[in-house]
């Protein structure tokens, strides 16, 4: 088997980490633009949550997992927590997608060309 | 139960198109990604396989980068061009529906009934559409690391407004509350803007993995006469 590029992993989980933790408190705090179009007609308090209009945001739903404690990409729904769930949310998505890509992927045969197996 | 602020809801909700559309894209998604499934095998091995699921990781966090575009609205990355030129689309698709899930699940971002729709335009119509346009400027792209920039944003722009016609297509179907041709105009015109943040997003990190590991980047590795082959017998 080749030597696997380890040192190349560890550098973009580091970018992955960095950004998620440190660049993600410099994000825009406005909507989006779905949600600058579904609260389009709508007067939003404080919140964003529309009080006053028609707009298609009125008939979205309270989430289904708000009472979450990483709801809001925060811990808890503490202020100034939105680095540490990014973090939190980065190495969940590495070892869901990596655990299922692991489970996936073809075995190598020594010479590094696919084997068949199963 | 607190109150949505700032930064943080940035897929469709749940409620914004009716049930009986948001089941029917339910079944397209979970159509398409076990089509994903049994398709990803052929691009994941010992070392592709720990890259994809950085690619997902690395998603995940730049799509909480919302980046202005205009006064009070923002955009941020989608990824589906992007995942697709690193890690081939079928895996490309998987890794975008692990955050779109995850986010869901975990962060409240996104409906739990709008996983169809949100996972049907951003993983599966945004990832595929792009990598066609990527595939269609494979010439251009394997000539010069211009050409790859420039194939790696044009893909992502694509992928980024394709992905806003799904939502258009959805609401079309199944949504209320604001002309169709407003809903049409406002997401495309804003999605064209946000595709310049996700094209530039997009070129800097391809070009980024190209410099340093290009046989991780499974658009160009592809080319290769060697793999062309491979391909070739595992389809006969």
Same mark, same amino acid.
Request: zero cysteines; glycine letters at 14%.
């Given at each position: 088997m080749k030597r696997l590029p380890l040192a190349f992993y560890a550098g973009c989980l580091?970018?992955?980490?960095?950004l998620a933790g440190v660049v993600s408190y410099a994000a825009s705090g406005s909507p989006d633009g779905l949600d600058a179009v579904t609260q389009t007609g709508c007067e939003l308090d404080e919140a964003g949550e529309p009080v006053g209009g028609t707009c298609i945001a009125q008939n979205a739903g309270e989430h289904a997992t708000a009472a979450s404690p990483l709801a809001d990409y925060t811990v808890g729904g503490a202020e100034g927590t939105t680095g540490v769930a990014g973090v939190v949310g980065v190495l969940v998505t590495l070892a869901v997608a990596g655990g299922l890509f692991w489970v996936l992927r073809r075995r190598s045969s020594p010479s590094?060309?696919? +084997?068949?197996?199963? | 139960m607190e109150p949505h602020t700032g930064l943080v809801a940035m897929h469709m909700s749940d409620?914004?198109?009716?049930a009986p559309i948001s089941v029917l894209f339910a079944l397209i998604a979970v159509l398409g990604l076990a089509f994903c499934v049994s398709r990803a095998r052929r691009d994941l091995d010992d070392r592709t396989a720990p890259m994809a699921g950085l690619v997902a990781a690395f998603v995940f966090a730049v799509q909480m980068l919302n980046f202005p575009v205009l006064p009070g609205v923002s955009g941020h990355l989608l990824g589906g061009a992007l995942c697709a030129i690193l890690v081939g689309p079928y895996v490309g698709a998987l890794c975008v529906s692990i955050v779109l899930l995850l986010q869901a699940l975990l962060f409240a971002d996104g409906g739990l009934s709008a996983l169809g729709t949100n996972i049907t335009n951003m993983a599966l119509i945004g990832t595929f559409v792009g990598y066609g346009v990527a595939v269609a400027m494979r010439r251009i792209a394997t000539r010069s690391r211009g050409g790859l920039l420039l194939t790696a944003f044009v893909a992502a722009w694509v992928n980024t407004v394709v992905a806003s016609l799904g939502f258009v297509l959805e609401?079309?179907?199944?949504g209320q509350g604001l002309a169709l041709g407003t809903v049409f105009g406002l997401m495309t015109g804003f999605h064209a803007l946000i595709g310049i943040g996700e094209g530039i997003i997009t070129a800097l990190t391809v070009g980024a993995v190209a410099a340093a590991r290009p046989d991780l980047v499974h658009l160009t590795r592809? +080319? +290769?006469p060697s793999l062309q082959i491979k391909t070739t017998g595992v389809r006969s």
């Open positions: 580091l970018v992955a980490l960095l590094g060309t696919p +084997s068949r197996v199963e | 409620g914004i198109v009716n609401y079309a179907l199944g592809t +080319s +290769s």
